[in-house]
C-alpha cells in the first residue's frame, strides 16, 4: 500500500513497497488533488466536453473524433509491454478510487457543471496525453502556410518567420562548471499558463530492494510517471520542444466508393449541451484522418501523424525513466519515444553532459513542412524514419543550451520552423565562462528579462534622437521604458494589420481551435522581427508605420503627463491571465490575482504577450526547475500557481508569489521534514 506525505506547499510525496503500490498512489493522490481537471481531461480525450459545456466545446470535440484520439490510445495501450500496462493501470485504478471520493460533488467547477467525475479507462491516459500534444506539432502553421501562400505568393515566408510561439528553456552545465563540482540541470517549459495547470510536482520513492528508486519531478496530470523534467538521484534531466515536423496535412480527393481514397468511414454522435446532439462524420484515408471537409464535399483535409501511424504512443518510456541511474539509461528509455520530437539534455554523477534528439521524425519532401501535401505527389509520401543525430557529449567542464532554436545543418532534417535565436543566445551569455555555478545562480537566469535588440526591433529605432534612451531593454514590470516600447510595438502591429495587401488574410478560421494559429494580429506582432529586417516588406513602408506609431505612443504619454498621471510601466497591464476550460468567470481563474510580470515572448523569462491584442500574459514558463545532483535538497522547483485545483485550498495558488518574482522553492526529500497524509484506497491484487 501507498503512503502520501506533503511539503509545506502541498506536493505529493508518494512512498510504496512496489513499483504498483506506487503508481495506485500516484494515481490517488493526483485525482484527489486534480478532481474536475481530470474529468476535462478525460473528456477533451474522449470529444465530450461539449456534453457539459455547450457548443463552446464542440470544435475540439469534433476534431478529438476526427482524428480518432480514443482508438489511437487503444491501439497504443496494446502496444505496451505487459509491466507497462500493468503500471498505468495501477496508476488509473488510484484515479478511479480518488475520484469516487463524494467530496468531489461540491468542487466548484463540478458543481457549477452539475456532473461529477467519470471513471477511467485503462487506456484514459494515453488518450489524455494523446489530447494534451495534439497542436503541438506544426497543423497550425501549415493551415497558416497555405493560406499565406495563396495570399501572398513568394511573401509569405515574410509572416511565417523564426519563432513560433511556445516553446521551453533548458540548459546543463557540467560538474567543472559548478560550486558543487556535480552537474547542474535547469530549465522551463513553456505553454499556455492554465489553472489548473498542466505541470504537478510530485516525488516518486519505490522502497522494493529489487527495484528502489527515488525521484523527484513534474508529472502531466492524467499520466503516471514523471517523465519530461525529473531528478533522480544519480542521473536529472530535462526537455524541450524539439520543433520537429512530425504531422502533415493533405488535400485529399473522398470517394466513399474508392478504398484508394477512403479506408473507413463512420458517424459518431456528440452531445452538446443545450441544443441537439451534433453528428460527426469519420473518415479515414490512407493519408490520415480527415480533419476539415468530408465525403459530400468530396474533398477535404487529413492529418497524418507519427502516433497514429505507428500505433505507439511512446510512453513504454515511463518506467524505464523512473529507474533511472545514468544518462545511457535515460537515453534508452527515451528510445521508444514518439512525440512530442523533444530535445533531451541529461547529466548524471558519473560526469557525463549529453543532448540527444528524442521522438520520431517522418522522411518526406521539405515542402509538407510549410503548407499542404499533395497526395499524388510521390515526394510527399511518408519514406521511414529520420535516425536521429549522434548524441553531442560536452563532458564536466562543458554546457549545453537548448532553446527550440536550430542547431545548426541537423536541424534541416528534423523541421522547417524553429525558435528565433534570442533565448538561446541570452542563455549562452549568462553562462559564458562562469565558474561556481549554483542553484541560485539558475534561478537568476529564468528571472532574466533582457529583450535581445533584434526582438527590439532597433533597426528601426536606432535614429531616433531620444527614444527611450535611458532604457537598458529589460522588460522589467517596474520600467515605464518597458511599457512605452511596447505600446510602440503593438501600435506598429496594428497598423501593418490594417494594410490592404493583407485582405485576403483576414478569413474566419474554419474552427475555433485553429483560430489562434490563423490570427492575423498574433501572426504580424509574431512576425515583426523578420519584416523590420526586410526592406518595403510586401510593398509595406514599415518605416513609415513605426514613425507614426511613435508619435502615437509619445502623444499618449506627454497628455498623461499633462494631466498629472503616474507613467504606465510594463507591470500594469503585462499581468498574470490564466486560461480556465470554464473561461474568465470561472472560480479558480476568479481566485488567482493579476500580478504584475516581468519577462516578454523572447526573453529567457518567457512571460508571453501578443502585441496588437493584449498585454496579458496567458502563456509561458508553466514550471520552473533548476536540479543539483550533488545534493537533491540543493535543488528547486516552482510552478505558477499550486498544487491543488480546488481553488478553496490553501495550495490552489500559494507559489504563485513564488514564481512571479523569480524565485524557486526548496525540493523537500527528508521524510522526518513532510506531513503525512491518509491514502484512502488499497490497490486491489485480484
Known amino acids: 500500500m501507498a503512503r502520501l506525505f506533503r511539503d509545506e506547499h502541498g506536493v505529493p510525496h508518494v512512498r510504496a513497497g512496489d513499483v504498483l503500490d506506487l503508481a495506485h498512489g500516484q494515481g490517488e493522490v493526483t ?12 473528456r477533451r480525450a474522449t470529444g465530450t466536453t461539449a456534453a457539459v459545456v455547450g457548443p463552446a466545446g464542440l470544435d475540439w470535440d469534433v476534431l478529438a473524433r476526427r482524428t480518432r484520439l480514443v482508438d489511437v490510445a487503444r491501439r497504443g495501450w496494446a502496444a505496451l509491454e505487459e509491466e507497462s500496462r500493468a503500471f498505468v493501470s495501477a ?13 468531489h460533488a461540491e468542487v466548484p467547477e463540478l458543481a457549477a457543471l452539475g456532473t461529477t467525475p467519470q471513471p477511467w479507462e485503462e487506456w484514459t491516459p ?9 497542436l503541438f506539432a506544426n497543423l497550425g502553421g501549415k493551415l497558416w502556410g497555405q493560406r499565406t501562400h495563396e495570399a501572398l505568393g513568394d511573401g509569405a515566408d515574410l509572416l511565417d518567420p523564426e519563432g513560433p510561439e511556445g516553446g521551453s528553456n533548458a540548459w546543463v552545465v557540467g560538474g567543472a562548471r559548478a560550486a558543487s563540482g556535480w552537474p547542474l540541470v535547469a530549465g522551463d517549459p513553456h505553454r499556455v499558463i492554465e489553472s489548473p495547470g498542466a505541470y504537478l510536482q510530485v516525488r516518486l520513492a519505490c522502497e522494493d530492494p529489487d527495484d528502489a528508486f527515488d525521484v523527484v519531478g513534474f508529472a502531466f496530470p492524467g499520466v503516471p510517471g514523471a517523465p519530461h523534467f525529473a531528478h533522480a538521484g544519480e542521473v536529472a534531466w530535462a526537455i524541450t520542444n524539439a520543433m520537429a515536423d512530425y504531422q502533415d496535412v493533405y488535400a485529399v480527393r473522398l470517394d466513399a466508393a474508392d478504398p484508394a481514397s477512403v479506408t473507413d468511414h463512420h458517424v459518431e454522435v456528440v452531445e452538446v449541451a443545450g441544443q441537439e446532439p451534433v453528428q460527426v462524420e469519420v473518415v479515414r484515408t490512407p493519408w490520415g484522418d480527415v480533419i476539415e471537409g468530408g465525403l459530400a464535399e468530396g474533398r477535404g483535409l487529413a492529418l497524418r501523424t507519427a502516433v497514429s501511424e505507428l500505433g505507439d504512443t511512446g510512453l513504454g518510456a515511463l518506467l524505464g525513466l523512473l529507474r533511472a541511474r545514468s544518462a545511457d539509461d535515460v537515453e534508452a528509455a527515451f528510445a521508444g519515444w514518439v512525440e512530442p520530437v523533444n ?37 510527399a509520401e511518408w519514406r521511414g524514419w529520420l535516425d536521429p543525430p549522434r548524441p553531442d557529449d560536452v563532458g564536466p567542464d562543458g554546457a549545453l543550451v537548448t532553446a527550440n532554436d536550430r542547431r545548426g545543418p541537423e536541424s534541416e532534417d528534423v523541421g ?33 528579462a ?28 517596474g520600467s515605464a521604458d518597458a511599457a512605452l516600447f ?21 478569413v474566419p478560421a474554419p474552427s475555433a481551435v485553429h483560430a489562434p494559429s490563423l490570427d492575423l494580429t498574433v501572426r504580424v506582432g509574431r512576425a515583426l522581427p523578420t519584416l523590420a529586417a526586410t526592406d518595403r ?4 513602408d514599415l518605416v513609415a508605420h513605426a514613425e507614426a506609431a511613435r508619435d502615437e505612443v509619445l502623444a499618449a504619454r506627454d497628455a498623461a503627463r499633462a494631466a498629472g498621471r503616474p507613467a504606465d510601466t510594463w507591470g500594469d497591464t503585462h499581468v498574470f491571465a490564466p486560461v480556465h476550460p470554464l473561461g474568465v468567470a470561472a472560480p479558480a481563474v476568479a481566485a488567482v490575482p493579476a500580478v504584475p510580470l516581468s519577462g516578454d515572448t523572447d526573453c529567457v523569462r518567457a512571460c508571453a504577450s501578443y502585441p496588437g491584442l493584449t498585454d496579458a500574459c496567458g502563456r509561458g514558463s508553466v514550471a520552473r526547475y533548476a536540479w543539483d545532483l550533488a545534493d537533491v535538497q540543493a535543488s528547486g522547483w516552482v510552478v505558477p500557481t499550486g498544487t491543488h485545483a480546488d481553488p478553496r485550498s490553501p495550495h490552489h495558488h500559494d507559489q504563485l508569489d513564488a514564481w512571479a518574482a523569480g524565485r524557486l522553492l526548496p525540493v523537500v526529500t527528508d521524510w522526518d521534514r513532510l506531513a503525512e497524509e491518509p491514502l484512502s484506497g488499497r490497490r486491489d491484487r485480484g
Open 31 to 42: 485525482a484527489r488533488d486534480r478532481a474536475f481537471q481530470l474529468e476535462w481531461l478525460r
Open 91 to 103: 496508476y488509473v485504478d488510484g484515479v478511479n478510487v480518488g475520484l469516487a471520493d463524494p467530496g
Open 126 to 134: 494515453l488518450a489524455v496525453f494523446l489530447a494534451q500534444h495534439l
Open 343 to 379: 530535445n533531451l539534455v541529461v547529466a548524471d554523477r558519473g560526469g557525463a553532459v549529453r543532448y540527444r534528439l528524442v521522438g520520431r521524425v517522418p522522411l518526406r519532401d521539405d515542402a509538407n513542412r510549410r503548407r499542404l501535401a499533395d497526395p499524388d505527389d510521390p515526394a
Open 416 to 448: 522547417a520552423l524553429f525558435a528565433g535565436p534570442y533565448r538561446r543566445d541570452r542563455l549562452w551569455a549568462l553562462l559564458e565562462d562562469r565558474r561556481d555555478l549554483t542553484v541560485a545562480d539558475l534561478a537568476g537566469f529564468h528571472d532574466d
Open 450 to 477: 533582457l529583450l535581445d535588440p533584434r526582438a527590439r526591433l532597433t533597426v528601426l529605432t536606432d535614429g531616433w534622437d531620444g527614444w527611450l534612451a535611458g532604457w537598458d531593454g529589460r522588460m522589467e514590470a
Open 486 to 506: 511596447a505600446a510602440w510595438r503593438s501600435s506598429l502591429t496594428r497598423r501593418v494589420v490594417a494594410e490592404p495587401v493583407l485582405d485576403p488574410l483576414r
Open 537 to 540: 516588406p510586401l510593398g509595406i
